[in-house]
């Protein structure tokens, strides 16, 4: 720990990293997430060993000449001394080396390296031989990020990096290109908005969209465009070795549009010239009025994270999952009208090259149906920056990256909490990251959304947010003694019942689990699949399972508890009619159905009283 203390470097255990803040001149050492594979290279502890018998080249040099965002580098290497330690770094900019670094100690030698890799692999990954050999080969994938790549090999592991060779430059044939587009319901019924990533600032051209029903006139709509700059990240890596330029942030709201309506759609930019320069086409269904009555299908999950096709990245595959959950999305989108991703979007943790890697992988998702998002700690919590809890998960982004990178219909994208109708349901999706209780701002929205929706014609009201502010018997929270978050019951579980919320689903604990319908701790209903008549209770379900590494349940399996899975998966919520609710859990692995439940309730039903969700007294009573 004395080496860890002296030293100015980002020096990183698998479990400990120190981080250099540039507050005061003064160096904290704190915990950092152990399972961000990028953390584990102490990359400002490199020293130069350039080798002229050591080589990378990568191939092809030119990339997306057919106008793909996508594609894959062969990179071939040779080391006179090789070593089972050594790996190749993918950066970009390709030209990654500095002679000062921001917010950094200038005693430490030079020259530096200031930026972590947006990538990297051990050189044996795919060469068994390469330490008897010398020689080796990877095929990498790149996706267009803004600008170029080269490839360097290391020697010395990822504690201690010795860079003996770089290669030449790769890019592609138009690193500007508008790319990655997704959708989000906007904040009228029939308002859709499309958000979309370039490298066009607003002085070489003008974001638009160019759309229409689907077959029909086609019109252009302007877009706003937004970024955020090193110093708007609190800490480091954010603002140090993981930072990286996000580019121009773009988005359109595409309004009046027809429910339950086929739309057409580009995102593109025009230029000083009035060229334009455009996306490939994509499409959507509009949403139904709220209320409507017709087969809405719903997909909600939380902290997927992100992973590398080609296996980059990878050494504890502590997100390898997320690859499977979104290929279960794709495969199933054709009966998915919207997904909610409740909070742990991309775990990149203050490497914000990560963000065009998770927006690249969900593209099929998130451009043809609305990808909504909710807060969580690895998005917001940085000390001294506003959030409820003063942990260090967001790497020093305290929430800048994805309040930005995606629209969500709040207010204001600073306090994350926010409503949306689609036909028959409404959701009310709280920020577990700010303060809850009661006689705060957000409990105030909280308890407008829940008693604000017509239930006859929006029965079906679900409450999401991050933390399990219900139930959880995930060992953590049982450790706590609170199973749940702390206090995250004592002023919410009144308003639950008061409103009669259906269902509450949470993210944070990577499992799966559910509840009987719950109130007080105590079931209120003995049925377990199927639901019929009056509102007893609100049924709890955790599902945080989409893809990060997976949390251990405790051995005490309390009484509310009767459905618990220790795998990977995502919800499907399926409003057949005003009066049928089909909930589905289902694995990563093959789309299997592994738990299921139906709630049958009629308009008389909800106006009927529960145990306190009517007035104790009546004027006529």
């Keep these: 720990m004395r080496r860890q203390q002296q030293s100015v470097a980002v020096l990183v255990t698998l479990c400990v990293v120190v981080v250099v803040l540039a507050l005061g001149g003064r160096i904290q050492q704190v915990e950092s997430h152990k399972d961000q594979p990028l953390s584990g290279i102490a990359i400002h502890e490199t020293t130069f060993h350039l080798n002229d018998k050591a080589h990378v080249k990568a191939s092809p040099t030119l990339l997306g000449s057919n106008g793909q965002h996508s594609e894959f580098v062969l990179v071939e290497f040779t080391s006179p001394h090789p070593s089972d330690d050594d790996w190749i770094g993918v950066f970009s900019p390709a030209d990654f080396n500095a002679s000062t670094c921001p917010g950094d100690n200038k005693m430490v030698s030079l020259p530096r390296l200031c930026s972590a890799p947006i990538k990297f692999q051990y050189a044996n990954f795919s060469n068994p031989r390469y330490s008897n050999t010398g020689t080796g080969s990877l095929n990498l994938q790149l996706i267009n990020q803004r600008s170029d790549f080269s490839f360097a090999l290391f020697s010395g592991g990822l504690l201690n990096p010795k860079l003996v060779a770089v290669s030449n430059k790769v890019a592609f044939e138009n690193p500007n290109a508008p790319v990655y587009p997704r959708l989000a319901l906007g904040k009228e019924w029939d308002t859709m908005t499309v958000t979309w990533t370039s490298g066009y600032g607003l002085k070489i051209a003008e974001p638009v969209v160019e759309w229409g029903v689907k077959g029909g006139e086609r019109k252009l709509s302007p877009a706003g465009t937004l970024t955020f700059a090193r110093n708007t990240m609190c800490g480091a890596p954010a603002r140090t070795v993981g930072w990286r330029d996000p580019g121009y942030i773009h988005t359109a709201f595409l309004k009046e549009l027809w429910p339950n309506a086929k739309y057409t759609y580009r995102v593109g930019h025009r230029l000083t010239n009035d060229a334009f320069v455009w996306s490939k086409e994509y499409q959507f269904k509009s949403t139904p009025f709220p209320g409507q009555n017709s087969l809405q299908q719903v997909v909600i999950f939380g902290d997927m994270g992100k992973a590398e096709v080609d296996g980059t990245n990878e050494y504890n595959d502590f997100q390898r999952a997320s690859l499977n959950t979104t290929k279960q999305l794709i495969k199933d989108l054709k009966k998915t009208d919207a997904v909610f991703h409740i909070g742990d979007i991309c775990y990149a943790n203050g490497y914000l090259s990560q963000w065009d890697q998770f927006t690249a992988q969900i593209e099929p998702i998130a451009s043809t149906v609305p990808y909504m998002i909710a807060s969580g700690n690895h998005e917001r919590d940085w000390p001294d920056s506003g ?23 709040a207010q204001n994208r600073a306090k994350f909490w926010y409503s949306s109708d689609y036909g028959m349901f409404r959701f009310c999706v709280a920020d577990t990251e700010h303060d809850w209780r009661e006689g705060t701002e957000q409990y105030k929205f909280i308890e407008q959304c829940l008693a604000s929706v017509d239930r006859k014609t929006q029965p079906w009201l679900i409450f999401l947010a ?31 019942q008061k409103y009669k919320v259906d269902i509450a689903i949470y993210g944070h604990a990577h499992n799966y689990e559910r509840t009987c319908p719950v109130y007080q701790s105590v079931c209120t209903s003995d049925e377990k699949t199927n639901y019929k008549g009056t509102f007893n209770g609100t049924i709890h379900i955790v599902a945080g399972g989409a893809g990060a590494g997976l949390a251990e349940f405790s051995d005490l399996q309390p009484n509310w508890s009767i459905v618990r899975d220790y795998d990977y998966g995502f919800l499907k919520l399926t409003a057949a009619n005003y009066s049928n609710l089909l909930f589905e859990y289902k694995k990563s692995s093959d789309g299997t159905v592994h738990d299921s439940f139906k709630i049958s309730r009629d308009y008389r039903d909800v106006l009927a009283c529960a145990v306190d969700s009517c007035p104790a007294t009546t004027l006529a009573s």
């Excluded at 991050?466 to 199973?483: N, P």
Aim: glycine letters at 14%; hydrophobic letters at 30%.
């Design 466 to 496: 991050h933390r399990v502010l219900g139930y959880s018997s995930t060992s953590f929270y049982a450790e706590e003694g609170s199973f749940g978050e702390p206090m995250g019951r004592d002023s919410l579980q009144k308003l639950w």
């Design 387 to 409: 959030s409820f809890y003063q942990g260090l998960d967001s790497g020093g982004e305290c929430g800048v990256p994805a309040e930005t990178m995606f629209y969500v219909p």
